[in-house]
């Protein structure tokens, strides 16, 4: 049996071809602008309900080339800046990318960023066409986290509910006199330092143009985006007591949270720009000179060091001088071992022998030894010639 390999290789070829959901072409006609680019091999085609594409809506002037790299971009997730940017980082150098327009599909546009420099616009200058709209004006504000690399699971949710909420919000239309807006916890320094606020994630309800201020943590309240929508169209924020006190908006103090908010802006500012390691070695510095002061001795433990060190001076004094006078007195006389000079022993045998001299009975042997011939002895030699002679 024979079998055709052309056949074969025509089938397999058949099958391996990619199928789309489109329909036919009927090739060009008189009147139709020429087609200069061929249909995307990943497009989606044609479903059941949708509009048939006219010849107007096919983007045939699109600049080849920005279209190529942004499809790369987007499909391998490489992008030159980003790189350099984290290379950088790493080393202490703090830059940044300006941001696009969508911010990387991280936040909905819509929803208007509130940061130090436009809040004064937004709220607190806000203009309305009557005093009845004013009082009604309510900002419903969180302070979130999320664009952090450090950003927290709760900070997302929190992100995503707030989302979902405004859309839902949008659809219905049910909430005229309330207004959204996001803070961005990492890149707001003033308005967070002025309300106290060192922590995210934050809902904030601000009313009577920013003077009236309620502060809701995720545990305080519901979160889920039907939840939040009845919190606010019920106005359940009426039941909380806002922010009072000293410090709050109108207090006595207010200034000088004020003061303290201008300041650390103008240090963040100045901080961001300065690269990790100096940073490092200004705090570790600081930080052994604060160590240094706390752990300095009181005076009375300075007099009390001061006083041991003068009494151990005294007594090593004292110690030198006794080392110093103790030979001349306690020594013993050095010996000499001159032949010259008499021993001890000889000296005692001398004086016995004087003293025995001295006695009467010496006196009397030794006149009759002196009467006596002396006896001498002689040597073998001698001996040996008196023999000899005899």
Not at 331 to 336: D, E, S
Not at 371 to 381: C, I, N, W
Request: glycine share 6%.
């Amino acid at each position: 049996m024979k079998f055709n390999f052309a056949l074969l290789a025509a089938v397999i070829t058949l099958c391996s071809i990619p199928v789309q959901a489109q329909y036919f072409s009927q090739g060009w006609k008189p009147g139709q602008p020429v087609h200069t680019k061929a249909p995307s091999p990943n497009a989606k085609g044609w479903a059941p309900g949708q509009k048939v594409p006219s010849p107007q809506d096919t983007p045939s002037n699109l600049d080849d080339g920005s279209t190529s790299e942004s499809a790369t971009k987007a499909e391998t997730g490489f992008d030159i800046n980003n790189l350099l940017v984290s290379t950088l980082n790493k080393f202490g150098f703090n830059l940044s990318v300006p941001a696009t327009a969508d911010n990387g599909g991280l936040w909905d546009e819509r929803i208007p960023r509130i940061t130090d420099g436009n809040y004064q616009d937004l709220i607190v200058n806000e203009e309305f066409e009557s005093e009845e709209e004013a009082a009604k004006r309510a900002w419903v504000l969180v302070i979130t986290s999320a664009a952090s690399n450090k950003a927290e699971a709760i900070s997302k949710f929190v992100d995503n509910m707030f989302d979902s909420a405004y859309n839902i919000t949008q659809v219905e239309g049910d909430l005229p006199h309330v207004k959204w807006g996001r803070i961005d916890y990492f890149n707001v320094t003033y308005l967070t330092t002025k309300w106290n606020v060192w922590q995210a994630p934050y809902l904030v309800i601000a009313k009577d143009r920013g003077q009236t201020l309620r502060f809701y943590r995720p545990t305080q309240i519901r979160v889920r985006d039907e939840a939040l929508r009845e919190f606010l169209k019920t106005e359940g924020y009426n039941a909380t007591p806002p922010w009072s006190g000293l410090w709050a908006p109108g207090g006595e103090r207010e200034w000088i949270l004020d003061i303290f908010a201008i300041y650390m802006t103008k240090a963040y500012n100045l901080f961001i720009k300065v690269p990790k390691i100096v940073l490092y070695l200004i705090s570790g510095g600081l930080g052994s000179l604060i160590l240094s002061f706390m752990h300095r001795p009181s005076k009375v433990q300075k007099e009390l060091a001061a006083r041991k060190e003068l009494e151990a001076k005294e007594a090593a004094k004292r110690a030198a001088k006794a080392v110093a006078a103790a030979p001349a007195s306690s020594a013993p006389a050095p010996t000499t071992s001159s032949p010259l000079a008499p021993k001890s022993s000889e000296k005692s045998k001398g004086k016995k022998i004087a003293i025995a001299e001295s006695s009467p009975e010496r006196s009397a042997r030794s006149d009759a030894s002196s009467t006596s011939p002396v006896k001498t002895r002689s040597s073998t030699r001698q001996r040996k010639a008196r023999k000899t002679a005899h």
